[in-house]
């Protein structure tokens, strides 16, 4: 019998990583697209965990989940109806109690809606805590599953925008393809953007530097013919410090950087273009979202309205001079959604996660991988101050996938092993495996 470790726990989770970025690019509730990524993801992280491992999770993580979940459960749970008096409008009250029944009611005023970001929310911590498991070597390897999404994707978008500005496809998936294989160009846009720094770790690192640049030129590209002012100003930038912050530790040369910082040059020309200051935010726009959520805000911070429920406790906000034929059903701020959605619990959540992942920056600056994973994460959480990507589960189990490399402590322990010691004057000394002398 051989003593090599199994590897079916990596391919298992690498195909549902690709299945979520082939069908999970809509917005909309309910599609059965949605469902079976995550029964997929619930599944496959089950038959993970019934293996044993020698991976540990850190507990702070595995406490932040925890916390994430019971948030969600306890909005479903009925509670005494004397508890909400004062912490929410009358209009809201009416919707929340039991029928037939009012000393009991949900702090949720849709429970259904809730129990579906339950399952969502679920589905990416198992997925997550999955990932967690697996050896760093095993997580190096899930990265061409992620790039076979992204280059499928690619070329949906590629074939799109060859034929026309606008080609809507309709009837291959349960939403209207846009951009990509995405219901919304944004959120296509986003996965053009962060799959930069993994490209640039691919050619910098992994010794692919033409295929690397290539790859960076053609996501480039998309992201100009998306034409999202968000995507357009983040590919910008993520490339930018994606060479630098990468770059350091590399052993391409100068020469080769230089060329790419040109190419970036000549992006930025093609980027400016597509800056309109006049539509960045018209009269019905972000702005009006942000002030309309804030007041929801205001009267809900102590429990919010439920998980899932912004539309329908957005309108009662809305002012009569914004109502249109269109209707808003995000806060285009994914922080103000969560936080009209989930209370001050919410908010004490969000700030747990993000002093978490400061810390963790002083962890990985070590590794190329988790430091492309770092920058990632960080710029889809930027896009998140003007959108929702985390709404699709696409995008949602790729932020799953690199929180998984930033947290995992299999790359501290698998750099301590690179080290070896040596005797300097007497003195013992750890030093990097290769280092010249």
Not at 126 to 135: E, K
């Amino acid at each position: 019998m051989s003593d090599r470790p199994s590897e079916w726990d990596k391919y298992l989770l690498g195909s549902v990583l690709f299945l979520a970025l082939l069908i999970g690019g809509g917005t909309a509730s309910g599609l059965y697209t949605d469902t079976l990524i995550e029964v997929a993801a619930i599944v496959s992280a089950a038959a993970v965990f019934s293996q044993a491992s020698g991976q540990r999770i850190s507990h702070s993580v595995l406490w932040l989940l925890i916390f994430a979940v019971a948030l969600v459960v306890l909005q479903i749970v009925p509670l005494p109806a004397v508890i909400f008096n004062g912490l929410r409008p009358e209009l809201l009250l009416a919707d929340s109690g039991l029928v037939g029944e009012t000393r009991f009611r949900f702090v949720s005023v849709g429970v259904g809606r809730t129990i579906e970001c339950l399952l969502y929310l679920v589905a990416l911590l198992a997925f997550s805590l999955s990932l967690l498991r697996l050896r760093a070597e095993q997580i190096h390897a899930l990265l061409p599953f992620f790039f076979m999404g992204v280059i499928c994707n690619g070329l949906a978008g590629a074939i799109q925008y060859s034929l026309s500005d606008n080609v809507a496809i309709e009837g291959l998936l349960p939403f209207t393809i846009n951009a990509g294989l995405f219901a919304n160009v944004n959120h296509f846009s986003a996965l053009l953007f962060v799959s930069i720094p993994f490209v640039v770790y691919h050619g910098l690192f992994r010794g692919y530097l033409l295929s690397g640049s290539l790859g960076l030129v053609m996501l480039l590209l998309l992201l100009l013919a998306a034409g999202s002012r968000a995507g357009v100003l983040i590919g910008l930038a993520i490339t930018v410090l994606s060479i630098v912050f990468l770059s350091a530790r590399s052993k391409v040369s100068g020469f080769s950087i230089l060329v790419v910082f040109i190419g970036v040059s000549a992006y930025t020309i093609g980027a400016w273009t597509k800056i309109d200051t006049d539509a960045i935010d018209p009269a019905f726009g972000r702005g009006e979202f942000a002030r309309t959520t804030i007041d929801g805000i205001k009267e809900n911070w102590a429990i919010g309205v439920g998980f899932g429920n912004f539309q329908k406790a957005y309108q009662i906000y809305e002012k009569e001079l914004m109502i249109f034929e269109k209707y808003v059903n995000h806060a285009h701020n994914e922080y103000l959604e969560i936080a009209f959605e989930g209370g001050v619990l919410a908010v004490l959540l969000m700030a747990l996660y993000f002093v978490m992942l400061i810390m963790a920056l002083t962890r990985v600056r070590r590794d190329p991988l988790q430091k492309a994973a770092f920058l990632s994460v960080s710029f889809l959480l930027i896009h998140s101050l003007v959108d929702y990507p985390l709404r699709t589960e696409a995008l949602a189990m790729t932020f799953a996938f690199m929180n998984a490399i930033i947290f995992h402590k299999g790359f501290a322990a698998r750099q301590k092993r690179e080290l070896i010691e040596i005797d300097h004057n007497g003195e013992k000394l750890l030093v990097p495996v290769g280092t010249p002398s």
